[in-house]
């Protein structure tokens, strides 16, 4: 169903994928939006127990409508990648395919969500502190990897 990847040499494995999918902090999901045009958003994850999670308002919004409509998404990280001394650049990314949902289970959110905040916040208290204040008007997201695929690109 998914495409191989055309420059197999350049491919990363799994676990290099994986590696950038924990370590990066921002990707862009790609959703199917208002009357069918790409839905591109970029957004802090984290990656957990083989799947991505991210959190939004439970506020209507385009990705968030977009969602309810269809559960198809993409979802692309990049590393920070490195200049050379010439003018060419290399980095690594990761592309994944998958189904969307909200996550309403509780405890299940209050877990997913506080590794979330631990990967962004300084302490583990200022993670517990916002997922208290916030919760209720906090929607979780989790995308279930159907395909991934990484692959380092040198421009040169």
């Avoid at 959703?31 to 308002?57: C, M, N, Q, R, W």
């Avoid at 991934?148 to 040169?156: F, I, R, T």
Wanted: with cysteine; aromatic share 10%; glycine share 6%.
């Amino acid at each position: 169903m998914f495409r191989k990847m055309r420059r197999a040499k350049q491919e990363l494995s799994k676990e290099e994928c994986i590696d950038i999918l924990i370590n990066e902090p921002r990707g862009v999901l790609a959703v199917l939006g208002d009357d069918e045009y790409p839905y591109a958003v970029p957004l802090s994850h984290v990656y957990v127990d083989g799947k991505i999670y991210f959190h939004g308002t439970i506020k209507d919004s385009h990705k968030r409508d977009a969602i309810k409509k269809h559960d198809k998404v993409s979802f692309c990280v990049m590393d920070k990648g490195t200049k050379s001394d010439s003018w060419w650049y290399t980095f690594k990314s990761v592309i994944v395919f998958g189904r969307m949902k909200t996550i309403n289970d509780k405890q299940t959110k209050i877990e997913k969500l506080t590794y979330l905040g631990n990967k962004f916040f300084p302490s583990e208290e200022e993670t517990k502190d916002e997922i208290d204040r916030l919760l209720d008007v906090t929607e979780l997201y989790e995308i279930s990897i159907e395909h991934m695929s990484g692959k380092v690109v040198k421009e040169k």
